[in-house]
């Protein structure tokens, strides 16, 4: 298992630290990883996190390029991830496992600020099934059985992103609806 961080200082290109999270997992693969964590945890006022739904496509489709895919599960630990349709892209995009510690943190401060009557455990434990529920939901109206199935299997229509982002991170997705670019998911972070 090897951690590879997917926060850039914010004075460098995106392109460039998502080359940097390619080298990092390259390193982790050769020095026997066959788990990936991508984590954005230690994002602060000089750092930035590339977007995470971005960092697991580009990972996944470089990882297909490189025909190391099969070696190695992606899991993403990230404070983005909140609703189920997060949690359906990116596995769709290819993470294998998803810790949305974020959620999990602003449950434990409902419980202590009294906004929610439960126990923690309980209370992430029903998170979790409806995130569940719902990406079985999405997968079964789709005619997916299976999460393997649905791991990677980009069955998304993407809308208002540029060819090249598309064509560079997120190979053979459908895209007919030009928008965003790199340089401007850069400047949203």
Do not use: W
Request: charged content about 20%.
């Amino acid at each position: 298992t090897a951690v590879v961080p997917i926060v850039y200082y914010k004075g460098i290109k995106l392109e460039k630290a998502i080359e940097q999270v390619f080298v990092e997992v390259d390193k982790a693969h050769k020095d026997g990883a066959n788990i990936i964590i991508l984590s954005d945890r230690g994002v602060d006022e000089y750092h930035v996190q590339i977007p995470s739904l971005l960092a697991v496509s580009a990972v996944h489709q470089y990882l297909v390029k490189t025909k190391k895919r099969t070696t190695l599960s992606l899991v993403l630990e990230s404070g983005e991830p909140r609703s189920v349709h997060h949690f359906a892209t990116l596995l769709g995009y290819g993470a294998c496992a998803i810790n949305p510690y974020l959620a999990q943190f602003s449950i434990k401060k409902l419980i202590q600020d009294g906004l929610l009557k439960k126990d923690y455990y309980a209370a992430v434990n029903d998170y979790n099934n409806a995130v569940l529920h719902g990406i079985v939901k999405i997968a079964s109206k789709m005619g997916i059985s299976t999460l393997q199935s649905y791991q990677g299997s980009q069955i998304f229509e993407a809308v208002g992103i540029s060819k090249k982002v598309i064509d560079e991170y997120f190979t053979n997705t459908v895209s007919r609806v030009e928008g965003i670019t790199i340089e401007d998911i850069a400047e949203d972070v």
